[in-house]
């Protein structure tokens, strides 16, 4: 009789598996529990990677899997001399599916868990692990609908095998949450991005550097954020389509180098702002507009996005501004 595969739902722990044979996976661990490692399904035994410490497992067989469970609220810490982050690293390709939560929660309510409480919980977590890929049917899950400040920033960065992102369904979002989260990563698609109230930084250089992403996903949002779309999709070299931009209000910086250097982009994302933000300390010598008033020169030099979009980007738009009241 064959054994039926066991399908990867958010009852899956995280879990890495080996595309060929004698991958080792380097789990440098800087939370202050322990992770646990169980070795296909337990049948290969449980490794125990101590806090501060880090422990290299090696899947002899390709189709041999390493699933990890935690319960550590973040995977960033002050060793008494810096702050540290913790990495997983593999030495050849392997999948990486199953549920990220397994790393916070218990055993038994990480299928559940849908809010992470401290900040940079996962920050860099596979930082430029580049052997990572993604498994047909078996989906990566980052299930939080609340996210706290920092908590995916540099997460997959510099993953080169990683062409599909996660679901990330979060529509409470923190400061720099995503910043440079798919930095540099081989995406093809992105996401869908539901949160229509964004916060300070939030998708700072989420995609900079994704050279194969072709389409923006939708930004829904209504409610900006001091520099929330800083550099998000700059030097993405094959972006065609860009995404509307509702928001009627903007605030400082929102828009800063959001398209820089997107030499394939055919056309403006389209606008509908009537008011501007700016805080009231501001002072740019490259402006003489004060007041009530913003000039379309100053606004031509704020959202500036580089000479290949900029003219295509505020064609057409005029702004004006309430002074930061």
């Not at 550097?209 to 923006?216: F, G, N, V």
Request: charged share 20%; glycine share 8%.
């Amino acid at each position: 009789m064959t054994k039926q595969k066991s399908a990867v739902t958010l009852a899956t722990p995280l879990t890495l598996e080996a595309a060929e044979d004698g991958v080792k996976i380097k789990f440098k661990n800087m939370a202050k529990g322990f992770v646990a490692c169980s070795i296909n399904g337990g049948d290969g035994g449980c490794k125990k990677i101590e806090a501060g410490s880090t422990r290299t497992i090696t899947l002899k067989r390709a189709g041999d899997k390493a699933a990890f469970y935690g319960v550590n609220d973040t995977y960033y810490n002050w060793n008494g001399k810096s702050y540290v982050y913790s990495n997983i690293a593999c030495s050849a390709p392997c999948y990486v599916y199953g549920n990220i939560m397994s790393l916070v929660s218990c055993v038994d309510t990480f299928k559940s868990a849908k809010k992470l409480y401290a900040s940079q919980t996962f920050y860099g977590l596979f930082k430029d692990n580049a052997f990572i890929m993604n498994k047909r049917g078996a989906e990566l899950f980052l299930p939080a609908t609340t996210l706290a400040s920092e908590c995916y920033r540099y997460m997959f960065c510099g993953c080169t095998g990683l062409t599909k992102a996660p679901a990330l369904p979060a529509k409470k979002l923190a400061d720099n949450c995503y910043g440079f989260m798919f930095m540099g990563s081989g995406l093809r698609t992105a996401p869908d991005l539901p949160a229509k109230r964004l916060e300070p930084w939030c998708y700072n250089h989420m995609f900079f550097c994704c050279d194969e992403l072709q389409k923006a996903p939708a930004l829904p949002a209504t409610k900006l954020a001091e520099w929330c779309y800083h550099k998000m999709f700059g030097y993405c070299f094959s972006l065609k389509t860009p995404p509307v931009l509702p928001a009627r209000i903007l605030e400082f910086g929102c828009y800063v180098g959001m398209f820089e250097h997107c030499v394939s982009l055919k056309r403006a994302p389209k606008i509908t702002t009537d008011v501007v933000r700016v805080p009231k300390d501001w002072d740019d010598d490259e402006s003489s507009a004060w007041g009530p008033k913003v000039t379309e020169r100053f606004w031509q030099h704020w959202f500036y996005v580089d000479y290949y979009c900029c003219d295509k980007m505020l064609d057409g738009t005029k702004f004006s501004g309430d002074g930061g009241k």
